[in-house]
């Protein structure tokens, strides 16, 4: 996407896919001549749990506390948002 206030800004999409074919997406890419600006794995949950308030605040503090810890690089949840 371009961003029509930043002159540096580039062009470009992102594109999700399963694990699986990370690989294969990759290489097609490639093939069609597109460079790859970056590339990661992120865990999206196909389903969500619904928890209660008092849930909820006992999952927030044990992810507060994992995000101090500087061995711990990515946290992921399957908890329902909030509305």
Known sequence: ???EEDDNSVDGIMIYAEFQN???L???IE???HEILSS???YIP???KEV???QREDVEKLLEKLDEDDDVNNVYTTMQDEE
């Open 26 to 28: 990759q290489k097609g």
């Open 31 to 33: 093939e069609l001549g």
């Open 52 to 54: 209660t308030a008092e």
């Open 1 to 3: 996407e371009k961003d």
């Open 40 to 42: 990661g794995f992120e």
């Open 46 to 48: 196909t389903m969500q």
């Open 22 to 24: 990370y690989g294969a």
